[in-house]
DNA sequence: CGGTTGACATACGAGACGTATGTTATCTTC
DNA sequence: GAAGATAACATACGTCTCGTATGTCAACCG
């Protein structure tokens, strides 16, 4: 306790601003959060910032794949739970319009981070959603369950049509009764990809 | 030329600022761009901004507008050249994802307006691309060419796709190779709603 | 044990936004 | 037709923010 190790410390301080930058960008959004106030709240200076995450944007970089590591994690929950690749597929993306539902997921994930990111695919943490369901659909591709689609094409338009079918379930007066009807659309457009009829 | 009327000098001084907003905004992205350089750029100062939108994200709102507008006017010659219904929806979403490969519109309405203003759905200028997907999937499930599936879920998700898909278009190397494999996958996936099997 | 390094604090400067105040041309009203 | 009122800006100011440059102190090392 008294005397701790240096990396030790350096490893605290920076979790510490990172659980700050949940914060401060979940409540407030990247551009209008202050790092003063933002280091402040964890008895550190900006320096402390600057020194470990370069500038601002680095500390929402390290906060985005924090979050993005936790989002990963709850989709293969979801997948494990499934009985088919099929079904697979199906619950990552229902897993995927519930998390958006998370405000800090859909102020810093969503918005945020594409607007001060640039494109997901090209973020270090390699965004959870794309990469999952771009393997997921490879497989159901080679089990001959899927139509023979491009597959990042495939799983950036399912990415995209759950992203922002959570982003209108969250802005909705009453999400719990829109989330339901989500799905629904959701299940029914990815059937388009199946093969046969059924 | 000389003694112009109030508001036709009015109007025209709006028209300069939304027109070297459009430019500042899709070249730094809406938090760099600064407000003395845009106005100093069409030979005016802050106070003209001010008083005519407020503070700058109202800037933003008038010139998301304006694009929006153009957006809804190119998706209707999209619309009208389409022979059935389905068509239609099919040229619509094959035509706003071209429209992200533009610059502006990425930039401005796909990702500074949602992480400036808040959700598309309750911008003063509607949402050109949600609008028209409404109102094209509300004919086609009178039709009876859809299955019947919430209005809004469908609109959103089928917009969600083309705009996530237009995204991944516009940040890939080679865009113009990548434009028909997203079309392609927008189509097969948009089939999921169709009523029957073709 | 003294020098060095690294982690962080402090001080400083450059802008940027929003507002409060001033200025001028236009419109109204008597 | 002239004076007051109003609208459309310009100007000046204060406050905040970010990033950097400099300082400092504890931990490590030969």
Not at 131 to 157: N, P, S, W
């Amino acid at each position: 306790m008294v005397a701790r190790r240096r990396l030790e410390a350096m490893e605290q301080n920076r979790s510490k601003l990172i659980a700050a930058g949940r914060k401060a960008f979940a409540a407030e959004g990247f551009a209008a959060a202050s790092m003063d106030e933002l280091t402040a709240s964890v008895s550190l200076t900006r320096g402390a910032l600057y020194h470990n995450f370069g500038d601002k944007a680095g500390l929402l970089a390290a906060v985005v794949a924090q979050v993005d590591g936790e989002m990963a994690a709850r989709a293969r929950e979801a997948s494990a739970a499934a009985a088919d690749g099929w079904e697979r597929l199906l619950a990552e993306g229902a897993a995927y319009i519930a998390m958006a539902l998370d405000p800090e997921v859909r102020r810093i994930v969503l918005l945020d981070g594409p607007a001060f990111l640039g494109d997901p695919s090209r973020w270090p943490s390699q965004n959870a959603c794309l990469d999952a369901t771009k393997r997921t659909v490879a497989g159901l591709i080679a089990d001959g369950v899927m139509k023979r689609v491009d597959i990042e094409a495939a799983a950036r338009l399912l990415c995209g049509a759950a992203l922002n079918a959570a982003l209108w379930v969250a802005a909705s007066d009453d999400p719990q009764s829109v989330l339901p009807k989500a799905v629904h659309a959701f299940r029914l457009m990815a059937e388009g990809f199946l093969l046969g009829d059924r």
